[in-house]
């Protein structure tokens, strides 16, 4: 569903993000069809999510686990899950890493993560006034298959949409998919639809399983971003997910509100990917 080019980036700190220090720790179980080394980042990524959560007071929403039991838990399926709650929050910092690993019973161990994490996050607090209803049309597509989304907005506002591509290889991982060149006005001051009511007599939103993965999956997860705005913000066409988290930090949470998706694309065309 890429639909714009990269072009380039340029990121700042924010006057509009604070970072504070948390303690933190995570725990993974292994047996012996996993290395130890793996085992202990799977730990640290945990106790990383949980200092995340700490400071954001934000858990997974339903999308995220429906996503994650439809592929099994496996562990692309557990860093995806972990990528997106650094989303809107970025970590800074670690001091203090402690490591440790233990018997369980048998053959079965554990590795604890604990350390002291720096987290930056916007300022502020979230405006109750200001949100936004997010509807898909479905939550698995079929290649091919076109995505529409249903908006409700509390008030007037300015709404982007980004799409996350977590097996993406390049550094460009987010990518503006609306609005666009045949799609420009993206202000909802009552319910409305992406693409939108005149868009939709040039295109279609639709769904790819992507061309070249080097995979035998024949699922793939794929995520939505849509960012709610007072203001008209100007937006790249193409982020880093932590330059995306870097602009998300420089809008005041008062006049901005994030709405997560996430979604399935099932590989049924027959043709070489």
């Not at 562990?75 to 203090?96: E, Q």
């Not at 997860?221 to 930090?249: K, P």
Request: net charge neutral; glycine share 6%; proline share 3%.
């Amino acid at each position: 569903m890429k639909i714009m080019l990269v072009i380039l980036l340029v990121s700042f700190f924010s006057l509009n993000a604070y970072a504070d220090w948390v303690n933190s720790s995570g725990e993974y179980n292994f047996g012996p069809d996993l290395t130890e080394k793996t085992a202990c980042q799977r730990a640290e990524r945990r106790a990383k999510d949980n200092a995340l959560r700490k400071i954001q007071g934000e858990r997974f929403i339903s999308d995220d686990m429906l996503v994650c039991k439809e592929q099994g838990g496996n562990a692309n399926c557990d860093l995806n899950r972990f990528t997106w709650s650094t989303i809107n929050g970025m970590i800074t910092g670690v001091r203090n890493y402690k490591r440790q690993t233990s018997v369980i019973a048998g053959n079965i161990r554990t590795c604890l993560v604990s350390m002291e994490v720096n987290v930056q996050t916007a300022k502020g607090n979230y405006d109750p006034s200001f949100d936004l209803s997010v509807r898909m049309n479905e939550k698995t597509f079929k290649d091919g298959e076109a995505l529409l989304l249903s908006l409700t907005p509390s008030k007037a506002m300015y709404v982007n949409v980004f799409q996350w591509l977590p097996y993406e290889q390049s550094e460009k991982q987010v990518l503006k998919i609306f609005p666009n060149h045949m799609d420009r006005n993206n202000r909802f001051i009552s319910a409305g639809t992406v693409p939108t009511l005149k868009g939709r007599e040039n295109y279609d939103m639709t769904v790819g399983f992507p061309v070249g993965l080097k995979t035998d999956e024949t699922l793939v997860d794929e995520y939505l971003l849509i960012v709610a705005t007072i203001d008209d913000i100007d937006f790249n066409e193409a982020y880093s997910l932590e330059d995306f988290n870097q602009r998300l930090l420089e809008i005041p949470r008062s006049k901005s509100r994030l709405i997560k998706r996430a979604y399935m694309v099932i590989k049924t065309n027959p043709r070489n990917y």
